[in-house]
């Protein structure tokens, strides 16, 4: 029996094999050439086509675009948050004739293009001119942005409502109960227990519905209203400039990841009693 | 290629006037709106509103295979091990998830334009080249579909068992067998309600192609809307048309859930 004297030195590991060239490897190569070709082709496109002159002059119409953009959704979005309220309410009743009205509303707004809805309030009051003046209303719907306006805010209602009401129910029936036993009159137990945690589900369809009413409000340039689209499409009108849309997709882009990122992060704030 | 189209074209032609809804022998028009504004024929709108319809209808049915395979791919890419096949598919859905549904139209439509102006260019044609809407419109609705349509089977993949892959390993069977044999069919009845709710955000954005010049339920009831001077009248009207769409999507997707559910009864 021998014994070992001497104790072995620790050892390096052993080489990792090496990675095999894989199918997915090359398909991913590929790909990601290709969006590298596409950011390297605009990023030459737009030096290569970089006029000061036009910077200067169509850069500050894009600012208020943009500006026009976030006003319309914002003040849409808010508008509607109130409006869904009644209606989600709507939805919940147990009356039949208020559940199946908002059912009608709902589905409508829902079941038909935000663009057909804009066209029917733009170009089809315009059919009852004399009866909107005789009630004063003329000079609102005369507006292309207060169209606009009206038709997102009744649209963006119809989807928040339902939002709201999907989230209104998810919160389990233990909860009403608890809240009734403990003696709280119905309404004190709807904003302080059940609507808290009917947000909390509400919070990422939310987001995305605002995200969407970002991207849906580019139709309000086809009824000449200037937002970050329209200021778009006159500038390409003009210049004929390819960059111009190359410019707006960053724009509108930006807008978007922004709210996403911000939206995440509210997100895990909010929730992170939640997190075990 | 455009005479394969035309054969299609007038074949189709030919049965959907037998069983037009609207101008058919037994269409609504024809029976009910002879005598007003929707006609069929010169007198009325009813026969270009009813193209319009068959315009909508088609553009949705022709985007749906595409945007459903690239969708089908680019949610593979994001679960493959390849970290630059990941990065690829997730740079795609954030570009085509965050840009409005109008500019990409506008990008396709002008930019390849543009390209086939440059292309025909190099080879020797100077002339006015016009890009087909349809065509603009199916490749901008596929690629903002599909970018959708990746997220919703990317989560239902991520709802099947590791094991039913194993299963497959243990049976001996191929990869690509395995996919279509054990993989699919679950994951298509996952996805099911996700996918039917992009199938009608789909058809709705048809509705912007008319933008562009597809002569669409939209901009063929725009164009009597603008000669009538009735604009109320005949946007209603669409949106009768687009409900009557939906409402039609959606006993189809009832139909096909409870096929994929027929499975589950007995539980």
Redesign the interface.
């Known amino acids: 029996m021998s014994i070992a004297e001497t104790m072995i030195p620790p050892q390096a590991p052993p080489p990792a094999p090496p990675k095999p060239y894989t199918l997915s490897r090359f398909f991913g190569s590929v790909a990601l050439g290709v969006w590298l070709a596409l950011a390297v082709g605009i990023f030459f496109t737009v030096v290569g086509g970089w006029d000061a002159e036009k910077f200067s002059r169509y850069g500050p119409s894009f600012l208020s675009g943009l500006g026009v953009t976030l006003a319309l959704v914002s003040s849409s979005i808010l508008l509607g948050a109130v409006l869904s309220l009644p209606v989600a309410l709507g939805r919940m009743s147990k009356h039949r004739l208020w559940s199946w009205l908002a059912y009608a509303y709902v589905y409508f707004f829902r079941g038909t293009p935000l663009i057909t809805q804009l066209f029917l309030v733009y170009y089809g009051l315009g059919s009852f001119r004399p009866q909107l003046e005789t009630v004063g209303l003329w000079w609102f719907f005369r507006d292309a942005w207060n169209c606009a306006l009206f038709t997102f805010t009744l649209n963006t209602a119809a989807y928040q409502a339902e939002i709201l009401r999907g989230a209104i129910e998810s919160v389990p029936r233990g909860q009403h109960e608890g809240a009734a036993a403990l003696g709280l009159p119905k309404h004190i137990a709807f904003f302080k227990v059940i609507l808290p945690q009917a947000m909390i589900v509400a919070l990422r369809p939310y987001g995305n519905e605002i995200v969407l009413m970002i991207k849906g409000s580019a139709i309000v340039a086809i009824v000449t209203v200037f937002d970050l689209m329209g200021e778009t499409r006159r500038a390409f009108s003009r210049t004929f400039d390819y960059q111009m849309y190359i410019w707006a997709a960053a724009l509108y882009l930006l807008m978007v990841e922004l709210l996403r990122n911000i939206w995440g992060w509210l997100e895990a704030r909010l929730t992170r009693h939640l997190k075990r | 290629m455009s005479g394969l189209f035309a054969a299609i074209y007038s074949g189709l032609a030919w049965v959907v006037s037998i069983i037009d809804p609207f101008c058919g022998p037994v269409g609504v028009f024809r029976l009910f709106g002879s005598d007003t504004l929707l006609a069929c024929g010169d007198t009325g709108w009813g026969d270009e509103v009813a193209y319009g319809f068959l315009v909508t209808a088609s553009l949705a049915i022709a985007t749906l295979p595409i945007g459903l395979t690239v969708g089908f791919f680019v949610a593979l890419?994001k679960q493959?091990?390849?970290?630059?096949?990941?990065?690829?598919?997730n740079?795609y859905t954030?570009?085509f998830?965050?840009?409005?549904?109008?500019?990409t139209l506008?990008?396709v439509y002008?930019?390849l334009q543009?390209l086939v102006q440059q292309f025909l260019a190099t080879i020797g044609y100077e002339g006015p080249v016009e890009i087909n809407a349809f065509v603009a419109g199916m490749i901008a609705l596929g690629v903002v579909f599909s970018a959708y349509c990746s997220e919703v089977l990317l989560s239902a993949f991520k709802a099947i068992p590791h094991g039913q892959y194993e299963a497959g390993d243990a049976l001996g069977l191929h990869r690509g067998a395995t996919m279509r044999l054990i993989i699919l069919p679950q994951l298509i009845r996952i996805a099911l309600p996700g996918l039917g709710n992009l199938w009608?955000a789909l058809l709705?954005?048809?509705?912007?192609v008319?933008?562009v010049g597809l002569p669409d339920i939209?901009r063929q009831t725009?164009v009597a809307?603008r000669v009538t001077?009735?604009?109320?009248?005949f946007?209603?009207l669409?949106?009768i048309l687009?409900?009557i769409l939906?409402?039609i999507s959606s006993v189809a997707f009832s139909a096909i859930e409870r096929r994929t559910k027929r499975a589950e009864m007995g539980r």
Do not use: W
Not at chain 2, 229 to 233: G, I, S, T, V
């Open positions: 890419a493959s091990e390849e970290r630059s096949l990941r990065l690829a598919a740079i954030t570009i998830r965050g840009l409005p549904e109008l500019l506008f990008i002008y930019g543009i009608m709705k954005d048809t509705a912007l008319s933008v939209l725009g809307a001077k009735q604009a109320f009248e946007f209603g669409a949106c687009f409900l939906a409402m």
